[in-house]
């Protein structure tokens, strides 16, 4: 079975800087990997996802991550974050055989300050 | 497009109540979950249903939660007795049959707190 290990539970960030959040996933087989954001009082959001292709994937508000096969990691980064982007970001990894139902990890909380 | 919708956002009861938590999946959508997530926890999946019927339970725990999609549209959950421990945010999700492998649409969720 799947699991997600997400390394940071709280990564506080100054405006305009980088950050990246942790991710590793354990699985047996081929997977399929998501980012999930939930900003305060909303619901969760996909924020990016890897099937398969290019290991590198990307968002449309800047934040890309790099499915790493070998390392079993699936990393978030920005290279300039904004007040915007304080938010709880989640994990998820599903796999074909388990139905693609997803597994979550525990999430990181990202708060950036001006 | 009108997104997932819940209710209701907040409910408070006492161990051993009721409660039921009602979910309407975005117009198409004929896969629908329920997760439970815990403060400081990822969420977790309780039910799938593809249409009307029941993919995955085995998370759901049966002795106390039920939940049903009689239509295959909207869904309810049920909780009873209550449980301090079933203090968590009820998410429900939907997502289109042929992209099972891509985005779930979440809706708000319900907070629940037990006393």
């Known amino acids: 079975a799947q699991s997600v290990t997400q390394l940071d539970s709280q990564v506080p960030v100054f405006e305009e800087a980088p950050v990246e959040l942790r991710c590793n996933y354990s699985?047996?087989?081929?997977?399929?990997l998501f980012w999930y954001v939930q900003y305060p009082n909303q619901g969760l959001q996909l924020l990016l996802k890897?099937?398969?292709?290019?290991?590198l994937v990307e968002s449309i508000n800047g934040f890309e991550a790099e499915f790493n096969k070998s390392q079993t990691s699936f990393h978030l980064r920005k290279p300039s974050v904004h007040i915007s982007d304080t938010a709880e970001y989640f994990c998820?990894?599903?796999?074909?055989?388990?139905?693609?139902?997803?597994?979550f990890g525990a999430g990181t909380t990202v708060t950036v300050r001006a | 497009e009108a997104g997932v919708a819940q209710s209701p956002r907040y409910k408070i009861i006492e161990k051993r109540q009721s409660v039921a938590f009602w979910c309407n999946p975005i117009?198409?959508?004929?896969?629908l979950y329920w997760y439970q997530q815990i403060l400081g926890q990822g969420p977790k999946l309780l039910i799938q249903?593809?249409?009307?019927?029941?993919?995955?339970d085995s998370q759901l725990p049966k002795d106390r939660f039920s939940a049903e999609r009689l239509k295959g549209v909207d869904s309810t959950l049920k909780i009873q007795p209550a449980k301090l421990e079933d203090s968590a945010v009820y998410l429900c999700?939907?997502?289109?049959?042929?992209?099972?492998?891509?985005?779930?649409?979440f809706g708000p969720g319900t907070r629940l707190t037990v006393t």
């Open positions: 699985s047996s087989v081929s997977v399929y």
């Open positions: 249903f593809q249409n009307n019927g029941v993919v995955d």
């Open positions: 999700a939907s997502s289109l049959p042929w992209d099972q492998m891509g985005e779930q649409y």
């Open positions: 890897y099937l398969s292709g290019s290991t």
């Open positions: 998820a990894v599903s796999e074909n055989s388990n139905d693609y139902k997803l597994s």
């Open positions: 117009s198409g959508h004929a896969t």
